[in-house]
C-alpha cells in the first residue's frame, strides 16, 4: 500500500459530521472552539518567548506542550469535519500529536520540580516515559502506514490508559513535596483528567446523531475546558515556581550577608584583642615603675586614670563602633596617662570643627590611641624641649579629616633608633586593617615626615580621611 493509498484509506468515514446549514445553533460552540485554539496560542507564543529571554527548560517545554495541544484539540474540533472538506493527514498524525504533548507534559514537570533532586528514582521513570513515548509514536506511525489506520485508535488508547495512571501516580508522589507550585501543577492535572473522563462519559452516553446536531454536547467541550483549566494552573505554578526560586535567592544572598558581617565582625573582634592588650601592658608597666619608685601619690593618680580609661576600654570591647565623641573622651584619658609617664610632659591641642556633631559620627573603638602612642613613644619621648601633639579634625564635603601632628625627632630618626634598640610596632598595622575593614576600604591612611623645605617643623603627621556614611 502506497502512502498516498494509506491517506485516502485513513480518511474514510471522517465526514460523518453533517454540514453547518444542519447543525442548530452552532455559533457559540464554534466560537468557544476557536476561543479555546486562539488563548493556547496566544499562551504558547508569550511563554515561547520567555524562553528566548531566559533558556529556562521549563519555560521551552511548558510552551510545546501548549502548541502540542493547540494542534490536538484543532484536529480533535467537530468544526474541522463539518464541511465537506477532505484533509487526508489529520487521522495520521491525530494520536501522535496527543501522545507528543505527553512527552512535552512530562519533560515540563521534570523541570519545574527538579524531580532529579526532589525525587531522583521517580524521575527516571519518567525519563523512560519520555524515551518509551518517543520510541512509541514512531512505531504506530509504522504500524498505521502498514496495517492499516484502524489500528492507530487502539494502540493510542493503550498508551493513554498507561498514561493516566502515570499522570496520578506522578500526582501523590509530587504531593510530597508539599510546595505551592506542585499544588498548582496537581490541579490543573485533576482539571484536564476530570475534562477527558466527562469526555469519554459523553462519548458513550450522548448518540452521535445528538452530538451532529448540538454541538455543546461534544466531548471536545468538557476536555478543552479541562485543557483551559490546566493551563491557567500551570501558569500559576510557574509563576510560584519562579517566586520560589527569587525568594530562596533572596534569603541566600541575606545568609551570605550575614555570614560576611559576622567574618567582619570576628576579624575586628580579633584584631582589637591584639591591639587592647598591647596597650594595657604599656599602661601596666608605667604602674609598676612608680610602686618601684615608691611614688604613691603619682601611682594612685595615675591608677585611677588607668581604671577610668580600662572602664571605657572594657565597656566598648564589645562593640564594632562608638561615637567620635567617645572616642575623644578616652583618647583625652590616654593622653593624660601617657602625659605622666613622658619625662617632662608634652601639650595636647585637640581642635574640632564646629560644624562637627562627634555624637552622630561612627568610628572604630579606639582607633587613634596606636597613633597617639607612636607620636608620643616613637617622636616626642626622644625630643628635648617642648614637646607638642596636635589633633585636628576638620569636615571636607562628605569626609572627616583627622590630622594628628606631633614635633618629635621624626620618621627617619624613629625608625633608626628603633632598628639599634631591635624594637618593631604592630599597633599601627593592626589598626590600619580595622580601619579599612570597618570602611570598606573607603578610608585613607597617609603618615609623612613633615618637611623643612615647607618651613614646617620637625615631626611626624598622620592623616586619616574617613567618609562620614560609610
Not at 493503550?158 to 501516580?169: P, Q, Y
Request: hydrophobic share 45%.
Amino acid at each position: 500500500m502506497s502512502f498516498i493509498q494509506f491517506l485516502e484509506k485513513s480518511v474514510e468515514g471522517t465526514n460523518s459530521y453533517a454540514p453547518l446549514s444542519g447543525i442548530q445553533d452552532p455559533d457559540w460552540p464554534l466560537g468557544f472552539f476557536a476561543w479555546v485554539q486562539g488563548m493556547l496560542l496566544v499562551m504558547f507564543l508569550y511563554h515561547f518567548f520567555i524562553y528566548g529571554q531566559n533558556k529556562s527548560r521549563t519555560f521551552l517545554f511548558y510552551s510545546l506542550y501548549i502548541l502540542a495541544l493547540t494542534i490536538y484539540f484543532l484536529f480533535e474540533s467537530p468544526a474541522i469535519f463539518l464541511e465537506p472538506i477532505r484533509i487526508p493527514f489529520i487521522p495520521v498524525i491525530y494520536h501522535q500529536i496527543h501522545l507528543l504533548a505527553y512527552v512535552f507534559y512530562i519533560s515540563f514537570i521534570r523541570e519545574l520540580a527538579e524531580t532529579r533532586i526532589t525525587v531522583p528514582k521517580w524521575d527516571k521513570v519518567l525519563k523512560f516515559l519520555v524515551y518509551f513515548l518517543l520510541f512509541y509514536i514512531v512505531f504506530i506511525a509504522v504500524i498505521g502506514y502498514f496495517i492499516g489506520p484502524s489500528l492507530l485508535s487502539t494502540l493510542a488508547s493503550v498508551a493513554l490508559t498507561i498514561l493516566s495512571i502515570a499522570s496520578i501516580t506522578n500526582a501523590v508522589i509530587l504531593f510530597k513535596i508539599k510546595s505551592p507550585y506542585i499544588y498548582f501543577f496537581i490541579l490543573g492535572t485533576i482539571c484536564y483528567v476530570i475534562g477527558a473522563n466527562l469526555a469519554l462519559y459523553a462519548s458513550y452516553t450522548v448518540p452521535s446523531e445528538q452530538i451532529q446536531n448540538h454541538l455543546a454536547l461534544s466531548p471536545s467541550v468538557y476536555v478543552q475546558v479541562g485543557a483551559v483549566m490546566e493551563i491557567l494552573f500551570f501558569a500559576l505554578s510557574i509563576g510560584s515556581r519562579i517566586a520560589s526560586i527569587e525568594r530562596d535567592k533572596n534569603l541566600s544572598e541575606i545568609a551570605l550577608l550575614q555570614k560576611t558581617l559576622e567574618a567582619s565582625e570576628l576579624k575586628m573582634t580579633a584584631l582589637r584583642a591584639q591591639m587592647n592588650p598591647h596597650f594595657v601592658f604599656n599602661a601596666l608597666n608605667s604602674v609598676r615603675s612608680y610602686i618601684i619608685k615608691n611614688d604613691a601619690e603619682k601611682a594612685s593618680d595615675y591608677l585611677a586614670k588607668f581604671s577610668k580609661l580600662i572602664r571605657r576600654i572594657l565597656k566598648n570591647s564589645n562593640k564594632n563602633s562608638i561615637s567620635l565623641s567617645e572616642e575623644l573622651e578616652t583618647i583625652k584619658t590616654y593622653v593624660q596617662l601617657e602625659a605622666i609617664r613622658i619625662k617632662g610632659g608634652f601639650n595636647f591641642n585637640l581642635d574640632l570643627d564646629e560644624n562637627i556633631v562627634p555624637e552622630d559620627i561612627e568610628v572604630p573603638a579606639l582607633f587613634l590611641q596606636p597613633y597617639i602612642e607612636n607620636a608620643i613613644w616613637h617622636g616626642l619621648s626622644h625630643k628635648d624641649g617642648e614637646k607638642k601633639l596636635d589633633l585636628t579634625i576638620r569636615q571636607v564635603d562628605n569626609n572627616i579629616e583627622l590630622s594628628l601632628t606631633d614635633n618629635g625627632i621624626g620618621i627617619m630618626a624613629s625608625s633608626e633608633l628603633n632598628k639599634n634598640l631591635g624594637k618593631t610596632s604592630v599597633g599601627t598595622k593592626i589598626t590600619s586593617d580595622r580601619i579599612q575593614s570597618f570602611y570598606d576600604d573607603n578610608a585613607s591612611i597617609q603618615i609623612r615626615e613633615r618637611d623643612y623645605d615647607l618651613e614646617e617643623e620637625k615631626g611626624t603627621e598622620v592623616k586619616i580621611i574617613l567618609p562620614i556614611n560609610k
